[in-house]
């Protein structure tokens, strides 16, 4: 248990605790004297160790909030936050022993300095380096990825890390000492750390290809530079089109990965039978994509991973993309994980969402809906719910079995080769309301199904016998009875109901909110 801290006037500290944090004569201080920047700042000072699930450092703008001397270790079993904006004065951590953290997220006039060693389990973020700095007394291990921004490095011990990006701002010179260009001091790479120190450019793993675009001695088309970038590309898509400094905190929290992990190809369509050995197009064997790409777009482009890949969420659709073939058109020639919501329920830009893998499918949710095509070889296992929206030039073709809780099919192309498992599993009639037409009618196709879960349904509505004889004017209820059937019978909540379905559908999923009237 941690003991209570006690509040200290910043100038009263080394009388108190016997702590100077402004030791010019060792070179450990902190370049932001807090005595003049408000001679009435305080520190919040714990004696001995200490443990937390969060240190959000960037969230106040109370002084003592912002400024913490620990006497012992610390440690942060999830974020660290020194990631805030700038209010005038700065955050400040100062600990006598070591740091352990899952994450440190630190910028602008943020100072981190420790006597001992610091030791992240994930990641570090060092962003914007005005007026900031880390010191590290011992070592600095960090067991995922660190980003550093031209930010003040101090590191006396060893630097242990796999992935440990610099980013290089001036004009793009990759032999300039790291000490000139983030004050690394005495900083020794450890001789079991494989190519630890990766030299980059505005986000960007630079090699020489994209060197030469930067020195404009190549011409490329403007798809072929895109795909350059977006290969080398350390973070994510998404993460990008935020704001870098400070959207990280928001990824932190929510356990979500920025870093662009993905090993992926952007293939020619026309090349990609012959580049994989993939027939995405295969018409014998009735497995292929019903809009060919080639008749929508010549020159378009699919993104193709070789091996099995996860993904957080999986947005195929979104407007940010939405204009760029090969961010709507994915191969996955392995299984696919998607830990949140495969997306490929989007607005109509004149070419098809098209995803095909030749392993196995598990998401959580997915959304599909109008000109989306997913071919999955092996199985779909799908955790929440599948909504199959607005069936125009649209399918999902499942080589073996479809595991889902709930799912709502609103008369949308369905293959299925092996067996349905779900508990609920509603299709939508239109009208007229013949519920004894078999499934084929209604453009499903399932070798092995129990009907017994299959509820065939009108207008996101469960149909019973009292409904139909309302729909056929066979009932003399009042209008308010009439609503009071309706609402028990309906499937969405109310709340769902009144949005734009075909779209609002991803945000729910996204917040986690339920859909379902249950």
Not at 217 to 225: A, H, K, L, R, S
Not at 306 to 313: L, M
Not at 314 to 340: H, P
Not at 408 to 427: R, T
């Amino acid at each position: 248990m941690n003991k209570e801290p006690d509040i200290i006037k910043f100038n009263e500290i080394k009388e108190k605790t016997g702590i100077n944090v402004l030791d010019y004569n060792s070179g450990i201080y902190f370049f932001n004297n807090p005595d003049n920047i408000g001679p009435d700042s305080f520190f919040t000072v714990y004696e001995g160790d200490v443990e937390l699930n969060y240190l959000g450092m960037a969230d106040s703008y109370e002084c003592e909030k912002r400024a913490y001397l620990v006497i012992g270790d610390l440690t942060v079993n999830g974020l660290l936050n020194m990631c805030g904006d700038d209010v005038g004065y700065p955050i400040q951590l100062y600990v006598t022993g070591n740091l352990k953290a899952k994450n440190i997220s630190i910028a602008t006039l943020s100072e981190l300095i420790v006597l001992g060693n610091i030791e992240i389990e994930n990641s570090l973020l060092a962003l914007n380096p005005v007026f900031a700095q880390i010191y590290c007394g011992g070592d600095l291990s960090i067991n995922n990825k660190a980003y550093i921004d031209e930010f003040p490095l101090t590191v006396k011990g060893k630097l242990k890390c796999p992935n440990f990006y610099v980013e290089i701002r001036q004009v793009y010179n990759f032999d300039v000492p790291l000490e000139e260009l983030i004050n690394i001091v005495n900083m020794n790479v450890a001789d079991d750390t494989k190519a630890n120190i990766v030299r980059v450019a505005d986000r960007i793993i630079i090699d020489d290809e994209i060197l030469a675009i930067e020195n404009d001695e190549v011409d490329y088309t403007d798809v072929e530079m895109d795909i350059i970038y977006r290969k080398h590309q350390i973070f994510t898509d998404e993460y990008e089109e935020g704001n870098v400094s400070y959207d990280n905190v928001k990824y932190f929290k929510e356990g979500k990965n920025f870093w662009n992990d993905k090993k992926f190809d952007v293939v020619a369509f026309n090349e990609i039978k012959e580049k994989t050995g993939i027939n995405v197009l295969d018409y014998n064997s009735g497995i292929y994509f019903f809009n060919n790409p080639d008749e929508i777009d010549p020159d378009c482009f699919f993104t193709v991973y070789q091996g099995d890949v996860n993904f957080d969420d999986l947005e195929l659709a979104s407007l940010a993309s939405s204009f760029e073939y090969e961010k709507r058109a994915y191969l996955i020639i392995g299984n696919l994980t998607v830990n949140g919501l495969l997306n490929m329920c989007g607005g109509n830009v004149g070419y098809p969402i098209q995803l095909y893998v030749t392993g196995n499918l598990k998401a959580k949710n997915i959304s599909i809906a109008t000109l989306s095509e997913l071919i999955v070889l092996g199985n779909i296992e799908i955790e929440n719910s599948l909504l199959a929206l607005n069936p125009a030039l649209a399918q999902i073709y499942c080589g073996g079995d479809l595991s889902v809780n709930k799912a709502y099919i609103e008369n949308f192309p369905l293959n299925i080769k092996g067996e349905i498992k779900s508990s609920n599993f509603y299709v939508e009639i239109s009208e007229p309301y013949n519920f004894d037409l078999p499934l084929e009618e209604f453009n499903i196709k399932v070798s092995n199904i129990d009907e017994q879960n299959i509820i065939k349904v009108a207008q996101r509505i469960i149909v019973d016998d009292e409904i139909l004889a309302i729909e056929n004017g066979e009932t003399d209820f009042a209008d308010e009875e009439i609503e009071n059937i309706y609402s028990k019978n309906q499937i969405f909540t109310p709340e769902f109901k009144e949005t734009d379905i075909y779209h609002d559908n991803i945000e729910f999923f996204k917040k986690g909110k339920n859909i379902w009237n249950n």
